[in-house]
């Protein structure tokens, strides 16, 4: 499924998907895997996950493809964007992310 309104955030230590998102992708609670740690914003706001999913994820376009499994923690409030690609990702799909150019 192509997926749009993405965030890389180079500082969040966690990859996540918003509920909106994660249902619009047909996916299902039974699919969750429980998780138990709390997340923290920079508003240093708790937020407790619904729970965590494992999904391939593939950036990029078809001469230049990279694809790898991503861990992601499904949280329940409202954000303009579906994903916050953060470090995990970023790291396992071997991404280099200028900031500069603001490019991938």
Do not use: H
Request: glycine share 6%; with cysteine; net charge neutral.
């Amino acid at each position: 499924m192509e997926m749009r309104r993405i965030i890389v955030d180079t500082g969040s230590l966690v990859n996540v998907m918003y509920k909106g998102c994660f249902e619009q992708m047909g996916l299902g609670s039974d699919q969750l895997v429980a998780s138990p740690e709390l997340l923290y914003s920079f508003t240093r706001n708790a937020v407790i996950p619904m729970g965590r999913i494992r999904l391939p994820v593939t950036v990029g376009y078809l001469d230049r493809q990279a694809t790898a499994m991503a861990d992601f923690q499904i949280i329940n409030c409202p954000s303009p964007y579906n994903v916050i690609m953060g470090k995990p990702a970023i790291n396992d799909l071997n991404l280099v992310v200028s900031t500069r150019a603001l490019a991938i």
